[in-house]
């Protein structure tokens, strides 16, 4: 059984910066592509971004191009979300996923987190 835990999250001012963290357990990470999504208060989950089983290949939604970037460790079993540039509406809890293929629904990742609340104060 995979096992998702993200840490990181928390309470930052507007243009401030965070790294979120994704640790998985329970199988082959490299097995799996990876990929964060959000959900701010009354709206639904939306993805952000992906990133491939090698790492080779990244897509980040265009809302946040530019200010957030994944990356994997695969030698740490752990997958990143560098934030910068935090504006409010980036509050969310933040869950990461994962899946043997890639893709931007949610319906495509067969596992996930429990999430992780980021919080940007103005």
């Known amino acids: 059984q995979v096992q998702l835990a993200e840490s990181g999250g928390g309470l930052v001012q507007a243009g401030d910066s965070l790294r979120l963290s994704c640790a998985v357990s329970?199988?082959?990470?490299?097995?799996?592509?990876m990929a964060w999504f959000r959900q701010a208060p009354g709206k639904e989950r939306e993805f952000v971004g992906s990133?491939?089983?090698?790492?080779?290949?990244?897509f980040v939604e265009g809302s946040v191009l530019g200010r957030f970037t994944i990356s994997r460790d695969n030698a740490k079993n752990t997958v990143y979300l560098q934030m910068r540039s935090l504006e409010p509406a980036d509050t969310a809890v933040y869950y990461c996923a994962a899946n043997r293929a890639p893709g931007i629904k949610q319906s495509t990742y067969a596992y996930w987190g429990q999430g992780t609340q980021v919080t940007v104060s103005s």
């Open positions: 329970g199988d082959t990470f490299t097995s799996y592509a």
């Open positions: 990133i491939s089983r090698s790492g080779s290949s990244t």
